[in-house]
T-cell receptor
Framework: DTAVSQTPKYLVTQMGNDKSIKCEQN?????MYWYKQDSKKFLKIMFS???????INETVPNRFSPKSPDKAHLNLHINSLELGDSAVYFC????????????FGPGTRLTVL | GENVEQHPSTLSVQEGDSAVIKCTYS??????FPWYKQELGKGPQLIID?????GEKKDQRIAVTLNKTAKHFSLHITETQPEDSAVYFCAATDSWGKLQFGAGTQVVVTP
């Protein structure tokens, strides 16, 4: 019954490694997002995809590359991880646009050592 | 771009009392203002939202008011209960279609 799911829930890795976080939604939504929540709980949008096409790309390092194989999936790949990448990453989805309710996943806590 | 400010950053209330969180925004084109509740270890969840053609909206113990002229909106929780303890975020969708969040308010309801 899970609406928006993310894997893994926790990710601990060394600096310099490459890692991926997967997101899937079964709500039939056409818009998906990635957010970063820092240690002070501040939530900031990173990317948004509509029907597999990138529509929002905030000022995020090129090391972060989202990929949407289909409308129900939006994965986040991070190259050459840095200490500052440690955060909780949330995937979300909505029907059509940011003007409608966004449903958030449970988050992936990334720790870079 | 949009800038959303939220106050207070922490709010401690006695069970049964009311809680009020206030937000201001900068983009006059913003027209959608949701409020999210985030419990520990979980993702944010929408609790109420308001659009710019409405000044007030209520859903049981929670209500939101919007003043477009002053560019501020507020969340009101009445008869607070321990399960209301969480971080609450206001947000505004800017003219680029991006949802900008406030910094969050940690609400603690003490029995």
């Amino acid at each position: 019954d899970t609406a928006v799911s993310q894997t893994p829930k926790y990710l601990v890795t060394q600096m310099g490694n490459d890692k991926s976080i997967k997101c899937e939604q079964n709500l039939g939504h056409d818009t998906m997002y990635w957010y970063k929540q820092d240690s002070k709980k501040f939530l900031k949008i990173m990317f948004s995809y509509n029907n597999k096409e990138l529509i929002i790309n905030e000022t995020v390092p090129n090391r972060f590359s989202p990929k949407s194989p289909d409308k129900a999936h939006l994965n986040l790949h991070i190259n050459s991880l840095e200490l500052g990448d440690s955060a909780v990453y949330f995937c979300a989805s909505s029907d059509r646009s940011s003007y409608n309710e966004q449903f958030f996943g449970p988050g992936t806590r990334l720790t870079v050592l | 771009g949009e800038n959303v400010e939220q106050h207070p950053s922490t709010l401690s209330v006695q069970e049964g009392d009311s809680a009020v969180i206030k937000c201001t925004y900068s983009d006059s084109a913003s027209n959608y203002f949701p409020w999210y509740k985030q419990e520990l270890g979980k993702g944010p969840q929408l609790i109420i939202d308001i659009r710019s053609n409405v000044g007030e909206k209520k859903d049981q113990r929670i209500a939101v008011t919007l003043n477009k002229t002053a560019k501020h909106f507020s969340l009101h929780i009445t008869e607070t209960q321990p399960e209301d303890s969480a971080v609450y975020f206001c947000a505004a969708t800017d003219s680029w279609g991006k949802l900008q969040f406030g910094a969050g308010t940690q609400v603690v309801v003490t029995p």
